[in-house]
């Protein structure tokens, strides 16, 4: 049986559906054949305890005796490193999902502070509350801006 690996999806594709891959246009342009003993060892008998990897030499599958500490370390062959690079790209991750959410806690605020204004029935304390939920949201527009930013962020406190 021709199986064929993918690194970008890290996925298995068994050359008897490559047809039905094409068609639908979901054949992996990485895809590689490999041997059929690497893929019964990899996929087929592969421990519960272990994790799929490439081996950064041959860009071939291959098993991790231990789970990836995190998003941040790659495997390099015979052990998990930390890589500052993904260390990097998955603390952006974090601080844009969060300044995401805080974004969105501040929209949710502000629509119907505005709504009371508009229509003329704001109170003192919905304007106070409507120009403490707007500065608070021009400061989050200005987080990426901060020095240090993703590594260290000074958030802007909520209203």
């Not at 999806?9 to 054949?27: H, I, L, Q, T, V």
């Not at 993904?86 to 502000?110: C, G, H, M, P, T």
Request: glycine residues 4%; hydrophobic residues 45%.
């Amino acid at each position: 049986m021709a199986v064929y690996f993918s690194k970008s999806m890290m996925a298995f594709f068994p050359d008897s559906m490559r047809a039905s891959y094409e068609k639908n246009g979901c054949w992996p342009e990485d895809a590689v054949l490999i041997e059929e003993a690497l893929y019964r060892r990899v996929a087929l008998q592969r421990p519960a305890e272990y994790t799929l990897v490439v081996n950064p030499d041959s860009g071939l599958p291959d098993l991790a005796d231990s789970p990836r500490p995190s998003q941040a370390h790659c495997w390099n062959g015979a052990a998990w490193e930390a890589s500052p690079a993904a260390e990097a790209d998955y603390q952006r991750a974090n601080v844009e999902r969060e300044l995401d959410r805080r974004r969105a806690a501040a929209d949710a605020a502000i629509t119907p502070l505005e709504d009371a204004v508009e229509l003329g029935m704001a109170t003192a304390d919905e304007l106070a509350a409507l120009k403490a939920w707007k500065r608070c949201r021009v400061l989050l527009t200005r987080v990426p801006q901060q020095a240090g930013y993703p590594m260290a962020v000074d958030w802007p406190p909520a209203p």
